[in-house]
């Protein structure tokens, strides 16, 4: 069975994939700063790594602009790697904490975006109500997972919804 991914889905899958491309550029070509604005201290090491989550993230954003918006998935792996090595370096001595964490902000804020491209790239359900409902899904993300995990039928639940019942048949 083949899904078509809702507008909405495939316009922010691809801003995440321009926002791949642009920032895996921007490591690429400029570790140090780049580890300046994370609040990481420049070494030799940390920018040989930055370069390395560079090539990575621009390989992010060719996969989803070159061939599908699927590929969003990718992202959210990365977003937990870039977190995890973030930590790790802003225990270091001489990292600038306040600026990490301003910089965890932005990966948790992107993290989020590219999580929700992923479900709806990846679930036909919630790409449905993503074309139906644009946004408004977001607000009841209680009963979206609940239905997803548990495989419940996302349409009759909507229209509950709609109809001012609770879904779940009362």
Known sequence: MTVSISSPTRTLSTALGVVSLT??????????????????PATRPTRRVIRLLGVREC??????????????????V????DVALLVQ????????????????????????ADAVATAGALNPHLAM?????????LLNTNSVLAQWFCHADVDDSVQA??????????
């Open 23 to 40: 920032l895996g550029a921007s490591e690429v070509l400029a570790p140090a700063a780049v580890a300046g604005m994370a609040g990481v």
């Open 59 to 76: 390989g992010h954003g060719a996969a989803i602009l070159l061939g599908s918006p699927r590929f969003v998935w990718t992202r959210v």
């Open 78 to 81: 990365g977003d937990a790697l």
């Open 89 to 112: 370096a802003l225990r270091r001595r001489g990292a600038n904490r306040r600026r990490g964490a301003i910089a965890l902000g932005v990966l948790t804020v992107i993290g989020a």
């Open 129 to 137: 109500m993503q074309t139906r409902f644009p946004f408004n899904w």
């Open 161 to 170: 919804q709609r109809d001012g019942r609770s879904g779940d048949g009362t």
